[in-house]
Antibody, heavy 120, light 107 residues
Framework: QVQLVESGGGVVQPGRSLRLSCAAS????????MHWVRQAPGKGLEWVAV????????YYTDSVKGRFTISRDTPKSTVYLQMNSLRAEDTAVYYC?????????????WGQGTLVTVSS | DIQLTQSPSFLSASVGDRVTITCRAS??????LAWYQQKPGKAPNLLIY???TLQSGVPSRFSGSGSGTEFTLTISSLQPEDFATYYC?????????FGGGTKVEIK
C-alpha cells in the first residue's frame, strides 16, 4: 500500500536550518511528482513546493522562494525539503504528498505530517 | 497567483442535511479543481478532482460541480463522519493554492 512517512521536524531557532525527509513506498516513486504542503497551528492548508517526477522542475510558493529547496533521491524513494533562514511564520505541520504531475492532477496520498516549530 | 475563496467558512448542520460549499477562483481554471476533507490531527483526504470526479472509495453522497471560476461541493445527506473541514484546491498552475476552508460542525 502507498505510504509516505515524513521525518526531520522539531524545534529550531529563527534563522537556522532544518531538513525534512519524506520516505515513499508502495508505488513507483519515479512516476510521480512530489509536494510539500504545510498547515500552521489552527490554520488552513498552504501549498509550499513541488518537484517533478524526474526532478527537472521545481516550483515554490512566494513566501519560501530563495529559502527552501525541494529535492528528491530516486534510489532512496525520498523527497526532501531543505529549509534555511527559518522564521516564526514557518511554524507548521509539514505534509508530503504525491501527484501524477506537477500541475493539473490532485494529490491523492499524503503522509501523516511532521511538526516544525521555529522559536527562540 | 490564483486566489480561491470558499464560502461559508463555517457551517452548522444536522445529520441528514444537504450541505453545499462554494469555491470561487480569482480567474478561470477550467475544471482544474479538487476538494479535500480534513479531520482534526489527520492529513487531508482527496474527495473529488477535475471538479466533479469522485475519488475511488469516496461515498457517492459527495459530489462536485462547476467550471471556470465557480465550483460547489455538495454532501447530499450529511453523516456523522462527515463533520470535518473541507478545502478546495486549484490545479491549474504550478502554485497549487488552497481555499481558506469550510468547517462543518454539528448543529
Amino acid at each position: 500500500q502507498v505510504q509516505l512517512v515524513e521525518s526531520g521536524g522539531g524545534v529550531v531557532q529563527p534563522g537556522r536550518s532544518l531538513r525534512l525527509s519524506c520516505a515513499a513506498s508502495g508505488f513507483i516513486f519515479s512516476n510521480y511528482a512530489m509536494h510539500w504542503v504545510r498547515q500552521a497551528p489552527g490554520k488552513g492548508l498552504e501549498w509550499v513546493a513541488v518537484i517533478s517526477y524526474d526532478g527537472s522542475n521545481k516550483y515554490y510558493t512566494d513566501s519560501v522562494k530563495g529559502r527552501f529547496t525541494i529535492s528528491r533521491d530516486t534510489p532512496k524513494s525520498t523527497v526532501y525539503l531543505q529549509m534555511n533562514s527559518l522564521r516564526a511564520e514557518d511554524t507548521a505541520v509539514y505534509y508530503c504528498a504525491r501527484s501524477r504531475a506537477a500541475a493539473g492532477t490532485p494529490t491523492d496520498y499524503w503522509g501523516q505530517g511532521t511538526l516544525v516549530t521555529v522559536s527562540s | 497567483d490564483i486566489q480561491l475563496t470558499q464560502s461559508p467558512s463555517f457551517l452548522s448542520a444536522s445529520v441528514g442535511d444537504r450541505v453545499t460549499i462554494t469555491c470561487r477562483a480569482s480567474q478561470g481554471i477550467s475544471s482544474y479543481l479538487a476538494w479535500y476533507q480534513q479531520k482534526p490531527g489527520k492529513a487531508p483526504n482527496l474527495l473529488i478532482y477535475a471538479a466533479s470526479t469522485l475519488q475511488s472509495g469516496v461515498p457517492s453522497r459527495f459530489s462536485g460541480s462547476g467550471s471556470g471560476t465557480e465550483f460547489t461541493l455538495t454532501i447530499s445527506s450529511l453523516q456523522p463522519e462527515d463533520f470535518a473541514t473541507y478545502y478546495c484546491q486549484q490545479l491549474n498552475s504550478y502554485s497549487l493554492t488552497f481555499g481558506g476552508g469550510t468547517k462543518v460542525e454539528i448543529k
